[in-house]
């Protein structure tokens, strides 16, 4: 914490036990010197007679019910608000030294199999599941179930 500077040349710093001034010019400390500049600066920054730490008080919330706070905003308010959607098919873990030797052509078995359904996620949460499906050339998922808010993993 700089308590002083005099064009580049001469600063100190605060240390929790000591403050010492620095000659950038010379690169030397010198401490004899420094003891009246640190108790100097040292009143400058924390006056005789306050207390190094800060009170803390605790903060009091008042209870909301969940059903208080979900009356209080629609969902219709968001559904203009754009979010990412992903499908993830399955997860694998790996040794780092094994995925550095991965290369092209590399193949990575999942933990799941090709019948089972897919999970759905909206910012990493998961929402939905269902099954791959193609359309015009391109992935698609048709939805099979809707995922309950206490069954979200």
Do not use: C
């Not at 092209?104 to 897919?118: H, Q, T, W, Y």
């Amino acid at each position: 914490m700089p308590v002083g500077l005099d064009r580049g040349r001469v600063f100190a710093y605060w240390h929790p036990t000591k403050i010492r001034k620095y000659d950038l010019n010379m690169a030397t400390t010198d401490t004899t010197a420094a003891a009246a500049t640190s108790n100097s600066a040292l009143n400058e920054i924390m006056p005789q007679g306050e207390s190094q730490v800060p009170e803390a008080h605790p903060v009091e919330f008042p209870q909301v019910s969940r059903s208080r706070a979900n009356a209080a905003m629609p969902l219709e308010r968001f559904a203009e608000v754009s979010i990412e959607i992903s499908v993830e098919i399955g997860r694998v873990t790996m040794p780092i030294g094994e995925l550095l030797k991965l290369g092209e052509g590399a193949v990575v078995e999942l933990n799941r199999a090709v019948s089972e359904p897919v999970d759905v996620m909206a910012q990493g949460v998961r929402i939905a599941s269902g099954e791959v499906v193609v359309v015009d050339d391109r992935f698609a998922v048709r939805i099979t179930e809707i995922v309950n808010a206490d069954d979200k993993r």
